[in-house]
């Protein structure tokens, strides 16, 4: 830890507080606006201004957001596309993260020629803009008989989110000793006890980086969710979409509002609950060092 | 273990049942992009009838103004082998769509209920190809219409305007009073629809079809056309600051609200109005685009069949699209969507004062040749074209110093290279 | 070197993969009890990665390939396999409105990273300072980076609109000759979208630091203090050269997202006014899906691929070199 309090520094603890929470309130701030004009009528937000709180709190614009909205020919807000979002997100984390596990294994404790560039290989592959694919990939699910279905759109996540899974694990495992893994093989255990019993233990950190990363990738995602998803298996991110781009009517901001904190409610929730496991994960190696 | 029994009975004998109900009830999945207002609520107009008939309708909604995320998402199912039944395809598209052979035909339905009779053959060419229905028009929309807040015009005292030289005399006066003289909405298909109206007030129903449909770079790459940028850059310099990015429906509450005379939008503004509970002739008015008097520029909204192999969903199809050219629903939803039914029959007594005015330009410039297809719309030429145009003209809105004369000859680049 | 275990484990994407410190073959540690174990044992490895490579190849590789091939032919609405050469890059090259996307892409992703990289170290090398209340001030820089692009896009379009936004808000403080524009002006526009970026990934970047930060040793810092070097030079000369991984892996994760930002843009501006915000996913996805130009649009794909990869082999050749000599 960079100990610049004991080493009587001369830099200005006011200073330092000072632009952190300058830089605290420009993140916040945002946030904030969203908040609180989800709470107001639209006549408050046509009157007032962006930080102006509401004169009239009202929860409608939640409830509309959540039951009522229109997102199509249906009514019945955000709801439904909600769980959709869950059903779609949480197979697809976890699955990507089991392969990435296993891989990350592999390459880093079990290398094989070619495995190294097999890894480089992987790597540029999470710099595709996701364009590029729509078309060829649409044609493969409908070969394969999952257009259009959740488990589809599932596949479509894996494909795209074991380059980074296998990433994080991969560098992850190369810092643990070999010779832990060494020990074990003259003590004649397999590939995957070695895995299990030595290998996952330790794993903590990185799983939860990357459940966090992945959770956080999956849910927010617009582009597939909008091609390959259609009508009731739509994700969130397409509802939102939807009811945000109404061509008619007035513009009900605090129900687009409402409706875009349910949207990014769960994957707040992750990163205030679960960030610090991910800052834990990120400095994991330091405790040894 | 008795229980279980008779379950199974009575499924089997509910199966014996059903075929019968079965073979009538189709599913249609239809692909749209009408998700609020008055068009979601004719959707679900239509979704209804559907249903009355014993079909099921599967919604499947993917919104974005001029529907290009569906006809994305409508690709991708397509090249998958898993189409929608229905789809909300337009203008020129269909036509490629039934090149690839994608789309059924419709004939069936059209003999028996005499399409050719009540269409004119303008439109139903569009919904045509190689001679046979694949698509049914929904509805006939009016582009080249200026919507007008009286009371505002009625303040600052002065008259609607029929020319674009009186629109700018109206607009001079309406600025120096501190109102909006022009609301506008700055996306490219809005900036495209006012060039549109003014490119048919400078050019005429002859010469745009030149330029528009069949690109005659004469035409195309002609003082005319500078004419009409300079025309057009003076149209738009009566619009305010904070234009880029509005929705359209945004500056139509500038009019209502009485901040903006005057809108140049097609006649699905109209929803607009009733939304707001105003009624036209009083609250509001139409008129015809500056210098556009007698000429209709139509934008037609319509459902192309996809090709289905089960008798049920094929049924369900031939109802659907049965359903939508019937009296009932062409009223009720052109009552809600604010265009004018595609049946030249119909009875309009039902209609409003601006519906009743669109229809009879409709029926007079489909004879003395003023009916023109809107390239801004989709209706003249392909989508590649189309967006070329929509590039050049939204440029030349957005840049620091529009050049009519340099912007010509970057219109009849774009257009040559994508012919 | 000590820190070099701890930045390893933080995302050390490349500078792990040329780490090439132990090369552990198993077949030679342990006498196996019996043949075909050993031979399970060898290929069970590769049967799982197997999978993957088999997903990545066709998912990634294939289609780009497939992509490259189309972009040499004329497919319109759907593809075709007409091959007409270099005819779709030919076009590109004269379209102005690419030539606009392409200018876009170097100034929004140069100044998006260039930001958060300035603003994460600052923010990082701040809060390494036993700041109180570290965990929560950590959690509100990072939180951005919860939010879909299209919550982030479709917010800040609102915060900068000129009638509604920040500049009505000021108008209404008393300010009233203050005018803040730029998301409806054609030049600026651009830096509209840097802007609602940076505010969503430079916490990302903070926290990559702090991670390297604690990584360091202090007893590095505690030997610069008493050769009496200042706190600015023992940062800047010290401990940022030494942070060069966390500085790659956080350009990977910034050039990742800047190629990405096509729901920011589309939410935000659309492209807006005019084509100014213009960027070449926005470009590629407009004209091989709603103007069914396949061809064209592919082409462009295969230049934006081009472009990203002319940035990563340079960088990371220069990092590889820079550790053969370590």
Known sequence: MTDLVRTGFRFSRVAIYGVLLLACLVYLIPLIIMLITSFKTPMDIRTGNLLALPTDWTSMGWTKAWSEACTGVQCEGVKGYFWNSFKMTVPAVLISTLLGAFNGYVLSKWKFKGSDLMFGMMLFGCFVPFQVVLLPMAATLGKLGLANTTAGLVLVHVIYGVAFTTLFFRNYYVAIPDALVKAARLDGAGFFTIFFRILLPLSTPIFMVSLIWQFTQIWNDFLFGVVFASGDSQPITVALSNLVNTTTGVKEYNVDMAAAMIAALPTLVVYIVAGKYFIRGLTAGSVKG | MNTFKRNLTALAVSAVLMPTAAVQAGEVEVLHWWTAGGEAKAAAALKEMMEEQGHTWKDFAVAGGGGEAAMTVLKTRAVSGNPPAAAQIKGLDIREWAKLGFLTSLDSVAESESWDQLIPPTISDVMKYEGEYVAVPVNVHRVNWLWVNPQVMEDVGVEIPTTLDEFFEVADKLKAEGYIPLAHGGQPWQDATV????????????????????????????????????????????????????????????????????????????????????????????????????????????????????????????????????????????????????????????????????????????????????????????????????????????????????????????????? | MPCQAALRA???????????????????????????????????????????????????????????????????????????????????????????????????????????????????????????????????????????????????????????????????WGWTSFSFDWLVDS??????????????????????????????????????????????????????????????????????????????????????????????????????????????????????????LALLVPYLYSELRGKRHD
């Open chain 2, 195 to 419: 060039f549109d109206a003014v490119a048919l007030a400078e050019l005429g129903p002859d010469n745009y079809r030149k330029a528009f449909v069949d690109h005659d770079m004469s035409v195309i790459n002609s003082n005319k056309m500078e004419e009409v940028f300079s025309q057009f850059a003076k149209v738009m310099s009566y619009v305010d600051d904070n234009a880029p990015g509005r929705d359209w429906n945004t500056a139509t509450g500038m009019v209502i609200r009485g901040e903006a005379a005057m809108q140049i939008m097609g006649d699905w503004a109209k929803g607009e109005f009733t939304a707001a509970g105003l009624t036209p002739g009083e609250d509001y008015l139409c008129a015809p685009a500056p210098g556009t008097e007698g000429q209709f520029t139509f934008n037609v909204d319509s459902f192309a069949m996809f090709k289905l192999s089960e008798e049920e969903g094929i049924k369900a199809q031939e109802d659907l699209v049965r359903t939508i050219l019937e009296p009932e629903f062409q009223t009720l939803f052109n009552q809600n969507k604010g265009s004018i039914p595609v049946r030249t029959d119909m009875d309009m007594s039902a209609f409003d004062t601006c519906a009743q005015a669109s229809m009879d330009t409709f029926k007079s410039s489909a004879d003395d040749g003023g009916l023109v297809p809107s390239f801004s719309h989709g209706l003249a030429t392909t989508s590649y074209i189309q967006g070329q145009i929509f590039d050049v003209v939204t440029n030349f809105v957005n840049s620091n110093n529009p050049d009519p004369v340099k912007t010509t000859d970057q219109l009849a680049a774009a257009i040559q290279s994508a012919m």
């Open chain 3, 187 to 308: 030049d600026f526009a651009i830096y509209t979208i840097v802007m609602a970026a940076v505010w969503q990934a430079s916490g990302f970047v903070m926290a990559l630091f702090l991670a390297g930060l604690r990584g360091v040793d202090s007893s590095i810092m505690r030997a610069a203090r008493v050769d009496g070097a200042s706190l600015p030079t023992i940062y800047w000369k010290i401990i940022l050269p030494s942070l060069r991984p966390v500085f790659f892996s956080s350009v990977m994760v910034l050039a990742h997202i800047a190629i990405k930002s096509f729901d920011l843009v589309m939410a935000m501006t659309s492209g807006g006014p005019g084509y100014s915000t213009d960027l070449p996913a926005v470009f590629m996805y407009a004209h091989t899906f709603t103007r069914g130009q396949m061809g064209l649009g592919s082409a462009s794909a295969m230049l934006m691929l081009g472009a990203i």
């Open chain 3, 10 to 172: 933080a995302f050390g994407f490349i500078r792990g993969f040329f780490m090439e410190h132990t090369q552990y073959r198993p077949a030679e540690v342990a006498r196996a009890p019996s043949g075909l174990m050993d031979g399970l044992q060898r290929w069970l490895p590769k049967l799982v990665v197997a999978p993957t490579v088999i997903l990545i190849g066709i998912g990634i590789y294939g289609y780009m390939l497939w992509t490259g091939v189309l972009s040499f032919t004329n497919s319109s609405f759907l593809p075709s396999y007409e091959f007409i050469g270099l005819d779709q890059y030919a076009k590109l090259m004269e379209s102005e409105r690419w030539l606009v996307a392409s200018r876009n892409l170097a100034i929004f992703g140069g100044l998006f990273i260039a930001s958060c990289l300035l603003i994460g170290v600052v923010l990082a090398i701040f809060l390494d300072q036993r700041i109180r209340q570290e965990g929560a001030i950590r959690t509100i820089y990072l939180y951005p980076m919860a939010l879909s692009m299209i919550v982030t896009g479709t917010v800040w379009r609102w915060i900068l609109n000129p009638s509604l936004g920040l500049e009505k808000l000021m108008h209404d």
